[in-house]
């Protein structure tokens, strides 16, 4: 039976999405989604190559009276964020996503929906394989790994495309049109500690933290959604400082750029203690679902006897690790003082792994300015050192500076107004686009991004909303319609 989602319109885009989406894609592992792609392409008898780093190149010649315009470069990333619910069976390596219609809304079954960034591909797609929309020529670049290192638009030579202008589908406001966005770094925290044989008079006790939203590291970074990795911190702090709590394991978290939603972990108490901690515990999370009632109702704390565990953390390592954790930044860090509402700064504890005597920790810190990002990077870098934690720098990428000036942006603000009767939010974003980094091979090149409405992204409750891509799409072949001139 056919799927109710490719009979929405514009039918191309869904079709061609839903195709996308039978594909397993996650970043680093993009081979499949660019065979896929490259197959495409050929199908369409366009010219079609694979970069050496693994980016898909589609071109497209300009339609008849188009010929003399700008060459455009459409561009969006063929990976995606690969999230799902602990209770939801699933393989993200061998399954294609199982979407559902909810409303106006597109939504997957307990996982992420691959609507970032597969929409804005889907969108590419349907013009390319078009024989009726108007366009210049057409440099379709579908880059690899955006979600977790960027390496595909930091890979891309200087070259190999020929385009003046750059329309980057990866926005997730309908009526926002970005002009610039922050640039991130990762920031890697390793230690190892002293395992010690559990004693004989104890009783262990799983922690599970669940239920929380999650989100997009950047765009929602601001909204004081809870960390799972900062809760369970400070549960495990509370723990030590009342009853002497000791740390078996923590598995917190899993993608840099993802808010953590679970935290899972194992301790073991004194006997003698268990009441009282069990009473301590009940205090705290009462006060800890009372500060989140609001912003994370499904918020969930359990505590669960089991099995002793045979070794736990020295006592001292436990104490500089929770302390280390809790004097380290999480969240915004600097507020924009030039663009109003606009995060500058901030920093996400993404993911926590403690066992087999090694501690973890992976942050993903975002900025739109480089001093402000190395301001706080040598925070961390301190604050973790002072751990005895060996601290890792990689993955820097830049910012895209905003330029009030483009030729680009002014066409597609004055085409919004004339189409939608409002003016679009003309912003710079937290979020990490590729057009930094692709700016620096390509400086000359007149960017802008835009998408349709994604809510969610980088968590199971990832949805797009059905009409909003009916407006993206009216929006992004009048913008095709009205590309100017080459210069003489």
Known sequence: ??????????????????????????????????DFMVNFGKKLMLETFVDEVGNVIIKKPATKGFENKKTVVMQSHLDMVHQKNSETVFDFETQGINMFIDGDWVTADGTTLGADNGLGVAAIMAVLSSNTIEHPTIEALFTIDEETGMTGAMGLKEGVLSGEILLNLDTEEDDEIDMGCAGGIDVTANRSYQEETTPTDTVAFKIVIKGLQGGHSGMDIHKGLGNANRLMNRIL?????????????????????????ESFSTIVINANEKERFLLKMKDLIGLIKEEFKTIEPNLAVDIISTDIPNKIMDVATQKVFLKSIYTTLNGVYRMSPDVTNLVETSNNIARILVGDGNIYVACLTRSSSESSKNDLTNALTSSFELANFKVELSGSYPGWQPNINSEILKIC???????????????????????GILGQNYPLMDMVSFGPTIKGAHSPDERVSISSVQKFWKFLQQILKNIPERNS
């Open 413 to 435: 603000t004055h085409l919004y107004e004339n189409l939608f009767g409002e003016k679009a939010k003309v912003e710079a974003c937290h979020a990490g686009l590729e057009c």
């Open 1 to 34: 039976m056919e799927s109710p989602i490719r009979k929405l319109h514009p039918v191309s885009i869904w079709n061609h999405f839903s195709d996308l989406n039978s594909v397993p894609r996650p970043s680093k592992k993009e081979e499949r989604i660019i």
């Open 237 to 261: 702090y509370h723990g030590t400082e009342t009853v002497g709590l000791r740390v078996s394991n923590i598995d917190g978290g899993s993608l840099r750029n993802a808010i953590p939603r």
